[in-house]
Structure formats: C-alpha cells, structure tokens
C-alpha cells in the first residue's frame, strides 16, 4: 500500500463562499489524514510557477489574478493513493462536466471558479508540497483510526 501525500488549496471560491468547512470535512471524513493547514495570500511569482504549464494559454493572467483576490487554505492530506482519491473527490476540472457528489459537480458551475486545487499526480504533489509548505510544516502523528481505516487491505 502507498502512502502518499498530496495538496490541496481551498481557492478564493471556497472562502468567498464560506466553503472551508463542507471541503474539508469532505476529504476528513473520506478518512484522509491532515498533516498539514495554513492560510496564505498567494503572490503572482508563486502562482506563475504553479500554474506554468498553462502560462500560454490566453486565461493566465485572468487566472492568477483570480487566485490572489484573497487568501487561501492551503492542506496537505495523507493515505493510501491520496493523490487519485482526492482528485476523484474533487471532480473534473470544468465544474459543469463533474458529477454529483464531487466537490465541484456540488459546489461549482465554472471551469476557473472551481473552488479547489488538487494535485494531479505523486509527482507533481511532490513539488507542489515543497512550493507551499516547509517541512516543518507538515506534522507526521498517529492518527488512532488507521487500523480501522485500512483494516481489510
Ligand atoms: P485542474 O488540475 O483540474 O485544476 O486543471 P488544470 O491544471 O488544467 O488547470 C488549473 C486551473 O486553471 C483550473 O483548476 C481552473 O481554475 C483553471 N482553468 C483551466 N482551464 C481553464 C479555462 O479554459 N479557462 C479558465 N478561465 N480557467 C481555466
Ligand atoms: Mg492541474
């Protein structure tokens, strides 16, 4: 079994419209673990390296800009293939295509409003963990439902 940790931001979509407890409480009671939350007001120079591989398209800016008009949360969750579980918790990236019971099918009706970020693969969660969080930042403890969490795998 692969335990894995990903990243999620809770983007000015989930803050504006008092989202932060529905998403989190979503991705708790999964029973993924939490082993890392702080709330930041992101820059265009991290938002650029962030979001580099759609620094072509036309969106970019409008995007960045999007990004920063307040803070956001930022979490770092753990488990077994986190990362694919909370992608599959989140939905597809155009909130209109994703289904009920995902986060942006719930909650969203746009493709840039989106309300979360989640990373895509372990090695992008990789980088995307050291871009928003120092080491000391994410706390490594027992949670005690492991056992019951995983006890048939
Ligand atoms: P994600 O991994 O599902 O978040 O999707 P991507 O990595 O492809 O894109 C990152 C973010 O850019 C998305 O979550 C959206 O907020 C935004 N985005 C993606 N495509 C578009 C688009 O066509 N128009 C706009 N305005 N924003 C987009
Ligand atoms: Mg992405």
């Known amino acids: 079994m692969a335990v894995e940790r990903t990243l999620v931001i809770l983007k000015p979509s989930a803050i504006q419209r008092g989202l932060v407890g529905e998403v989190i409480s979503r991705f708790e009671k999964k029973g993924l673990v939490l082993i890392g939350m702080k709330m930041v007001w992101l820059t265009d120079k991290i938002l650029s390296e ?12 409008r995007l960045k800009n999007s990004m920063k008009i ?49 990373s895509d693969s372990v090695e992008v969660a990789n980088v995307e963990l050291k871009r928003f969080f120092d080491e000391k930042e994410l706390y490594v403890y027992n949670p005690v439902l492991l056992s019951t969490l995983y006890a048939s795998d």
């Open 70 to 118: 307040c803070p956001v949360v930022i979490c770092c969750w753990e488990g077994v293939d986190a990362v694919k579980v909370v992608r599959t918790i989140v939905g597809v990236t155009n909130s209109r295509d994703a289904l009920p019971g995902t986060i942006r099918g719930d909650y969203s009706m746009s493709m840039q409003e989106n309300v979360v970020h989640a």
């Open 50 to 61: 962030h979001y580099m591989h759609l620094q072509k398209k036309l969106f970019f800016q």
